[in-house]
């Protein structure tokens, strides 16, 4: 590839990718500076600076990976959150986004250089075919796990439906390692998790993907159910360590519990990209007093739930500051050549608050008593402390949080706070939103 092969690439590039902004965000308006001799300029900088880092580096390079690495260079210059997804990411935040993939349904992580089994899914090919928490997996296929990365390993592992796997386990109390042959089937992913305390429905809710809102509803029907509509006290719902997900279904989120108004709104770069996001009428909770829980941990989606809920007076925020991340990343797919992540807007909440680079301030702050090997976990980043990050318009920025929780009910301050509160226990020291007053209008 000689010198005006490489400029003429690098041109064409800059010139498809304005085109692809002009789909997305219905044309742009093309700088006349763009048009102009500095923007070549710079374009035969970067060619002359390919050319020669292909012909006179130490080692041979991988032009293709030069390049991928250049826009992404380029795209995270902007801020921490925009970036290039070539084919491999682009697939990998499509199955996280779905919540649904082909493979075995055990969560794992990595130990000692093999995979570590955190726990089987239940009803899943992994649980029914015998595989426990704790059990090691070696080989895949035959294959030794050893030197892969647990990225590599999952991948081995997922695959088409209806295909067989064997792996390799090592299993305390057994003398020798034996191998299971499991067949994979569709698994989804478990967003949404409830249980009863009490007359207390708690939700925990993990991620923002394509099944969130479905779940959220089959989790409050079935609550309601198992505790009853008279006797039922309230909603705890947990966002806490939640990164947040999809727009669509942290709106779809928040519309289950506000009886109409705006949820959220987006500001992009021109007037014209402004986006106001409003309930329908009905309160699928029967106007049930609700407290949601955050962290430094909760961010993104999580914090469009908890911010609507607070400026409609619908729900108590408890905990701790939540990460600050108001931004909204659009993915604008490049064909088999991966996608762009592009952060294209900041949201407000119904108040018009920005939460970027701030977040969520709780209504009750509850921190929890982290055990003497916890003390010294530092504490999250938020936002605010993320080099790059974009500025809060209102230039009110404030750090992150801690984002410990604890594995025992019995030491999560936080949620038994909660549960106190819903009981009437807390009434002296706290409050519990009234249904339908409005912050805005106070």
């Known amino acids: ?62 032009d293709s990976k030069l390049v991928e690495n250049a826009i992404n260079g380029m795209l995270t210059s902007l801020d921490p959150h925009s970036s290039y997804m070539n084919p491999k990411h682009f697939r990998d935040m499509q199955v996280q986004t779905r919540g649904e993939f082909g493979g075995l349904g055990i969560e794992v992580t990595m130990e000692n250089g093999v995979v570590k089994v955190v726990t089987p899914i239940d009803d899943t090919p992994a649980s029914r ?61 478990k967003s949404v998790k409830y249980r009863r305390e009490g007359d207390i429905a708690y939700i925990r809710i993990t991620s923002f993907n394509e099944q969130t809102s479905d779940l959220l509803d089959e989790a409050v029907t079935d609550l309601r159910q198992q505790i009853g509509k008279a006797k039922l006290k309230g909603y705890i719902i947990d966002l806490r360590n939640n990164p947040g997900g999809l727009l669509d279904q942290a709106i779809a989120v928040g519309d289950s519990f506000i009886n109409g108004g705006e949820i959220v709104s987006t500001r992009g770069r021109h007037p014209q990209d402004t986006q106001r996001y409003n309930a329908h009428s009905g309160d699928e909770t029967g106007n049930k007093p609700v407290v949601v829980l955050v962290n430094g941990g909760s961010a993104s989606a999580s914090e469009i739930v908890a911010g609507a ?17 108001g931004s909204v990343q659009t993915i604008i797919p490049l064909g088999s050549d991966g996608a762009l992540r592009l952060t294209t807007a900041r949201y407000y909440t119904p108040s018009g608050r920005s939460i970027q680079a701030k977040g969520i301030e709780p209504d009750i702050q509850v921190r929890q008593n982290p055990p003497e090997d916890k003390k010294k976990l530092p504490m999250i980043r938020g936002e605010a402390e993320l080099p790059g990050h974009l500025a809060n318009p209102d230039g009110d920025e404030e750090s992150g949080s801690d984002s410990y929780v604890p594995q025992d009910k019995a030491d999560d301050t936080q949620l038994l706070y909660a549960i106190d509160l819903l009981n009437g226990k807390r009434q002296d020291k706290a409050f519990i939103r009234v249904p339908g007053q409005s912050a805005m209008a106070n």
């Open 129 to 189: 075919a015998g595989i426990r928490p704790n059990d090691y997996i070696t080989h895949i296929d035959g294959k030794a796990i050893m030197g892969m990365t647990l990225s590599d390993a999952v991948d081995k592992m997922r695959g088409p439906v209806n295909t067989a796997v064997k792996l390799t386990v090592v299993r305390k109390g057994k003398d020798e390692p034996f191998d299971v042959s499991i067949t994979r089937d569709i698994i989804t992913i």
């Open 309 to 325: 809920l607070q400026d409609h007076r619908r729900a108590t925020i408890l905990g701790t500051r939540s990460f600050g991340k």
């Open 1 to 62: 590839m000689n010198k005006s092969v490489v400029a003429g690439f690098a041109v064409g590039t800059f010139l498809s990718v304005l085109a692809v902004f002009g789909m997305q965000q219905g044309g742009l308006d093309i700088p006349a500076h763009a048009e102009g001799s500095d923007t070549f300029r710079q374009l035969d900088l970067f060619a002359d600076v390919f050319e020669r880092v292909r012909a006179d580096y130490v080692e041979p390079v991988d």
